[in-house]
């Protein structure tokens, strides 16, 4: 049986760098999973947040954050993807989910296959997305 560090270990190596002519939806779906599976393990580094790698796309990272019940507002996702430039701190584009059911995560992966097309062509307008109620 596998126990739980290492499923996060063998999740953390799956996080690598993706080259986006390589990007399948199936993929990035996987690792948007396996990124989830990752924050029960990780630890708390600031109040109120988990925060793990999805993935590299080129100049991008895209992580998935947890917000924690004691810090979230009830009207906020709990989980959100946000994009980041490797060269710049600053996020580029986020999306929130609230259920991680099949919807979302296709959602979601769509979003981070858009962001890194977006990349590709140098566009990286500020814009947060948000689940459609």
């Given at each position: 049986?596998?126990?739980?560090?290492?499923?996060?270990?063998?999740?953390?190596d799956f996080?690598?760098?993706?080259?986006?002519?390589?990007l399948?939806?199936?993929?990035?779906?996987?690792?948007?999973?396996?990124?989830?599976i990752?924050?029960?393990?990780?630890?708390?580094?600031?109040i109120?947040?988990?925060t793990v790698?999805?993935?590299?796309?080129?100049?991008?990272?895209?992580?998935?954050?947890e917000?924690?019940e004691?810090?979230?507002?009830?009207s906020?996702?709990?989980?959100?993807l946000?994009v980041?430039?490797?060269?710049h701190?600053?996020?580029?584009?986020g999306?929130?989910?609230s259920?991680f059911?099949?919807?979302e995560?296709?959602?979601?992966?769509?979003f981070i296959?858009?962001?890194a097309?977006?990349?590709?062509?140098?566009d990286?307008?500020?814009?947060?997305?948000?689940?459609?109620?």
């Amino acid at each position: 049986m596998i126990s739980g560090q290492m499923l996060a270990q063998q999740s953390a190596d799956f996080c690598g760098t993706l080259p986006s002519s390589d990007l399948r939806a199936e993929e990035i779906e996987q690792r948007i999973i396996r990124a989830y599976i990752r924050l029960v393990f990780e630890a708390e580094k600031t109040i109120g947040f988990r925060t793990v790698t999805v993935t590299r796309l080129g100049p991008l990272e895209v992580r998935l954050t947890e917000m924690l019940e004691n810090n979230s507002d009830p009207s906020m996702p709990s989980l959100w993807l946000e994009v980041s430039s490797l060269q710049h701190p600053s996020p580029i584009d986020g999306y929130g989910m609230s259920d991680f059911d099949d919807s979302e995560i296709t959602a979601a992966a769509e979003f981070i296959i858009e962001a890194a097309r977006s990349a590709e062509s140098q566009d990286f307008s500020l814009r947060f997305s948000r689940k459609s109620e």
